[in-house]
């Protein structure tokens, strides 16, 4: 089941179609429109799934649901070499993605937390955490864990006994039928100097022009919105947040995966997939490789993902 809405900021003037696309991930039924708001430029899946059928479209193995499981002895401790070659790897290859401004540790909320490994090493480092999951299972897992977990849209989460000192969702914004009224929700659950911390695809990168319906992190029609920095940030500001920073992530593993598309519309199937998987695989070879690359395309804005860091406003 389908439904048309308008673009949530209440522009007038009607939307440009941007390109159409078919759920490449899944291989769900049907093709999806993007279009783009004449008034702000916010583009956006219309007409898209309602929030009662999307779930045809996020199946139990989701890459996010079994990639966020917590394995079993996770958290123990580590040799001393092994997290010297961890340290020294991540002060190198500084992809820019799940980094937080400087907060010390208090009440922690992940909109979309999955299966739970986020959670679970916030709470390894001080944090009193919660979660809120769309998907069931996903969220029996994370609430295994013995974690304070919300199954269900943002929408229908309860109002929290306390306000959060931080607030993230990692590649979420875009997944939410009312982004809008989602942070201002948010907004209301905070501390006053609280941060907000998102990632989200960046649709004003150089991977969108060049893939259009063949890039990565197009994704419909599980991705509802599709965001560049001014119109994530016109979002966030009528939602009550004021951005205080955008960090153009050091990755090119959504225009690897965008080549693997390319190849298997090609006929090079087997090469094809190997590329798309490289996003799931954090550790890839290729992300490693491109990492000059893409450390020089991020200083111009450049590749497919942002994280973005915000305030809340008085």
């Known amino acids: 089941m389908l439904e048309s809405r308008p673009c949530p900021l209440g522009c007038d003037g009607g939307d440009d179609p941007v390109l159409v696309g078919n759920d490449r991930l899944h291989g769900g039924p049907g093709e999806f429109t993007v279009v783009r708001c004449r008034g702000c430029g916010l583009m ?10 999307i779930g045809e479209y996020y199946p139990d193995d989701y890459g996010p649901y079994l990639g966020t499981q917590v394995k079993v002895g996770e958290g123990r401790p580590v040799s001393r070499l092994r997290r ?43 944090w009193k955490v919660h979660g809120i999951e769309f998907s069931p299972l996903a969220a029996r897992r994370a ?27 990692w590649m979420v914004l875009e997944h939410l039928h009312d982004p809008l009224g989602g942070l201002s929700r948010l907004r209301e659950w905070a501390k006053p100097g609280a941060w ?6 960046n649709a004003g ?57 390319l190849l298997c519309d090609m006929g090079f199937p087997v090469t094809g997939r190997k590329l798309i998987d490289v996003p799931g695989r954090s550790g890839g070879t290729w992300l490693y490789v491109l990492y000059p690359l893409a450390w ?19």
């Open 44 to 53: 956006r899946t219309n007409p898209r799934p309602t929030p009662e059928s």
């Open 84 to 126: 010297l070659f961890r340290r020294m790897k991540s002060r190198i290859f500084q992809f820019n993605t799940e980094v937080l401004p400087p907060v010390a540790p208090g009440r922690l909320l992940e909109v979309g937390c999955a299966s739970g490994a986020y959670l679970h090493r916030m709470a390894q480092q001080g």
């Open 143 to 169: 609430s295994a864990l013995g974690y304070e977990v919300h199954a269900g849209s943002l929408e229908t989460a309860p109002c929290p006994a306390e306000p959060f000192d931080l607030i993230v969702g």
């Open 196 to 201: 907000l911390v998102l990632s989200v695809p």
């Open 205 to 261: 990168s150089l991977e969108f022009r060049l893939f259009r319906n063949r890039w990565y992190a197009l994704q419909v029609p599980t991705h509802l919105y599709h965001f560049t920095p001014g119109s994530v940030e016109r979002l966030l500001n009528d939602g009550g947040w004021r951005v205080e920073r955008i960090l153009h992530q050091r990755t090119l593993g959504n225009l690897v995966a965008s080549v693997g598309y």
């Open 296 to 314: 020089l395309l991020s200083l111009i804005g450049q590749t497919g993902r942002m994280t973005v860091w915000a305030r809340g406003m008085k």
